[in-house]
């Protein structure tokens, strides 16, 4: 009885282990969620808002809770130093986005996505961005942080970017640069060269949930395998006791028909 009883320890700790995990996991799932439904309710707040001057928000660090705010901004693009954002993606579709530098007056300049340009798979990146409107222009643009990653893919090499970061590309410009970059959604004048807004980010709240109920359940079936396991060992263990006490009887070999 003490083996089953080692057996069903072993047994115990086992699930016991499993089960905190797969509840860790259900957890975090959850906390997934949780930061997909925020992110969300900042993107629909910032898109209910009406524009505001980019002066209102030039003098902060750009945040998270600041992004897809739409802002206004008006001055002159430097056309010398530009970057190609590549291996980009916008509503599924592959391609590039430039950034180029827009300065303020002031001595300043602000990192300007002026927008994605599709790529056909395959195809090879472009070398070289279309260039911008001269002269004065006026944006509409959504506000958004800076990306963060690997240093090799925020640092510019021959103008190519992977990430946009604004700490970053101040190294590789003559003037200061403004925190975070915005986004171009309209232009005056209009620019030339195909284009086309960078997409919201989808608002669903994705697979999340469902995903923490199915390490719920795994954990719910974990602990009914081993109920059914420890009963299937009482089980027969009963069936063995019964047979040591009640044998089957012998035979008559002395009896003749």
Known sequence: MRRLY?????????????????????QWQLRRLEQRQSANAVVIANQNRPPIPYSDVADQPI??????????????FDAEHQFIARYRVNDETPGIEVVTPLELGDGRAL???????????????PETAPA?????????????????GRRNALEPVNGQIRLINSDALAEALPHPVQDGYVSVLE????????FVPVALPELSEGPHFWYAVQWFMFTGIALVGLVVFIRGDIRERRRGRDTSTNPAPEPDTNRTD
């Open 6 to 26: 080692l057996r069903w320890l072993g047994l115990l700790v086992f699930v016991l282990v499993l089960g905190i995990a797969f509840v860790n996991l259900g």
């Open 63 to 76: 945040t998270d809770e600041d992004e897809w705010q739409r802002v206004t901004v008006t001055g002159t």
């Open 111 to 125: 990192l300007v996505d002026r927008g994605f340009i599709p790529v056909e798979r395959g195809q090879p990146m």
């Open 132 to 148: 911008p409107p001269t002269g004065e222009v006026t944006i509409t643009a959504h506000l958004r942080p800076s990306e963060n």
């Open 187 to 194: 232009m005056t004048p209009p620019q030339e060269g195909g």
